[in-house]
């Protein structure tokens, strides 16, 4: 398994395929990834612990909720921003196709 620190919190890749990668990742309360899209990448969210908010455009305003069992798929150029609430870390397992460097942020809390 490989850890992988991130200003958000971190992520584990537990399987990575020439088809496939399967991650664990953790955001600690009040962070966010970036806004972002993937031009090939498509993945498959399960929320397995606290709440997961989910931007799906630019406007910080609109926002879903996601609870623990939850599901959520992302197709490619789909745009998308996963954080957790501000009381608690929420933690992911993601299961997707195998291009892990096929990211486009459109904004991002930490200058990336």
């Not at 799906?56 to 939850?70: A, V």
Request: glycine letters at 4%.
């Amino acid at each position: 398994m490989k850890r992988v620190d991130k200003p958000w919190g971190y992520e584990e890749i537990w399987a990575e395929t020439e088809k496939y990668v399967a991650k664990r990742m953790l955001i600690r309360a009040g962070q966010r990834m970036s806004l972002q899209y993937h031009e090939i990448k498509e993945e498959t969210i399960y929320v397995t612990s606290g709440l997961l908010v989910l931007w799906e455009d630019k406007n910080d305003e609109e926002f879903r909720i996601l609870k623990e069992g939850e599901v959520y798929h992302v197709k490619p150029k789909q745009i998308h921003r996963f954080g957790a609430d501000l009381t608690s870390d929420t933690v992911l397992i993601e299961v997707s196709t195998p291009e892990l460097d096929d990211v486009v942020r459109l904004a991002d809390d930490y200058n990336r």
